[in-house]
């Protein structure tokens, strides 16, 4: 599903001075584009530019299976007059292993694609090649490493390829086609994608895109979609990964079938509550200062365990907060060292994808805050573990919703005078 999107703003002042990047929005403008013979040598196909989005609210994306259709779109038309199986390669940019080299080191990727490119065959068309998963692509095998490149590092052979490209539209012998969900708009690699090529920008999976994308779905086979589906899947799946959500979007259609309707409560039935996701999205909301979102998630999760695990749950929210907050305060230390992130990460043991999220949360948060959320988790745990709670039912769970208020905007956690806590509540 595609829907119109603006110009990004930034995407201007990535291209050099004298030039305009075209920016070509999936769906309609896409076929356009293509329908008229005249291709690009380089694309790059990405999510839509959400410009109104503030530095610590969550990145969105678009679905993989979204950002593959308007690559194989491209594709299909610079392989129309060539043979598929002669003219075209596709290769994952996030697999160090398809190269057949000695070295999965940058370098020797993009030197692997920037051959791939060059080749030609005697019996073909014009050569295709797509690379997906690029969303760390950089140049040079310094710069990816987190370093800084030395004078003898040399031009990075993907870089020199790109150089190469004529500028415009026309008749290129080769069209390199790059996917990835994010890329940065300031970096190298954009500018001169955008220099040489066209920027193809897919629209990102919101609650609003994904009722859009299943009441489209569902018109083909007359099936009903209640309001309000998209917001509960997003909940329950507890954030905005677009894959899942297009997946889960997919199941509950075919579950509901021809003159179906899909109900809020087959989601409740069906769509299982991400805990773990939804720990995640706490921490999220915390860097953003949301409150009104930390409460939603926290009832989320609270509310779909027995009364009687209530407790156990409570504690669980606890253990996952502290142990998130230690890992930044580790990071930090690490940082303070000179470390690079790369080298952090190693250290730690993390998952990148684990320490990006972290590092971006502990990277946007304010002077002192770090300290007052271990202040905060501190009296927290106390208050949990005392003999003197009272109801605990109730306590614990409004004790936590009164420490993701403090860890929110930023403010101490504070000690009862009195034993019992429902008193002082």
Not at 14 to 28: K, N, V
Not at 250 to 274: C, E, K, N
Not at 376 to 388: A, F, I, N, Q, R
Request: charged fraction near 25%; proline fraction near 4%; include cysteine.
């Amino acid at each position: 599903m595609s829907t119109p999107t603006s110009r990004s703003p930034d995407a201007k002042s990535a291209a050099p001075a004298g030039s305009s990047p075209q920016i070509i929005t999936d769906g309609p403008q896409l076929h356009a584009h293509l329908a008229r013979g005249q291709l690009h040598g380089a694309y790059l196909v990405v999510s839509a530019y959400q410009g109104d989005r503030g530095k610590n609210d969550e990145k969105l994306g678009a679905d993989p299976q979204s950002l593959n259709l308007a690559a194989k779109c491209i594709e299909d038309a610079a392989l129309s007059r060539g043979d598929r199986t002669l003219d075209y390669q596709k290769y994952d940019y996030a697999d160090g292993d398809y190269m057949g080299l000695s070295s999965a080191a940058v370098g020797s990727k993009h030197q692997l694609i920037a051959n791939e490119v060059r080749e030609t065959s005697l019996f073909g068309g014009r050569r295709v090649v797509t690379v997906i998963h690029c969303d760390d692509i950089a140049f040079g095998a310094a710069k990816a490493k987190g370093k800084k490149a030395k004078e003898d590092d040399g031009v990075d052979p993907l870089e020199a390829l790109l150089l190469t490209m004529p500028a415009g539209q026309g008749d290129p012998p080769a069209v390199l086609i790059f996917v990835a969900e994010h890329v940065p708009r300031n970096g190298r690699f954009f500018k001169l994608v955008c220099q040489v090529g066209a920027v193809v920008e897919v629209a990102a999976m919101t609650t609003l895109t994904l009722q859009n994308y299943l009441e489209a779905q569902g018109a083909a086979t007359r099936t009903r979609i209640e309001r309000g589906v998209s917001q509960k899947i997003w909940d329950r799946l507890g954030g905005s990964d677009p894959a899942r959500l297009r997946q889960t979007a997919d199941r509950l259609l075919l579950d509901a079938g021809p003159d179906g309707t899909v109900t809020l409560q087959s989601v409740d039935l069906t769509v299982p509550l991400d805990r773990d996701a939804g720990a995640w999205v706490l921490t999220d909301a915390i860097a953003s200062d949301d409150l009104q979102r930390c409460v939603t998630v926290l009832h989320l999760l609270l509310g779909h365990v027995e009364p009687s695990e209530r407790d156990g749950e409570v504690l669980r929210i606890l253990g996952f907060l502290s142990s998130h907050y230690q890992l930044m305060l580790q990071i930090q230390a690490h940082w303070a060292l000179g470390r690079s992130d790369d080298e952090t990460c190693a250290q730690l043991g993390l998952h990148p994808f684990r320490f990006k999220s972290i590092a971006g949360q502990l990277r946007a948060s304010r002077p002192g805050r770090l300290e007052q959320a271990f202040a905060t988790l501190e009296t927290l745990d106390l208050m949990l573990k005392s003999t003197g709670m009272g109801d605990r039912k109730q306590a614990t769970t409004r004790w936590l919703e009164q420490a993701l208020m403090c860890l929110t905007r930023g403010t101490p956690l504070r000690l009862p005078s009195s034993r019992s806590i429902i008193d002082a509540l």
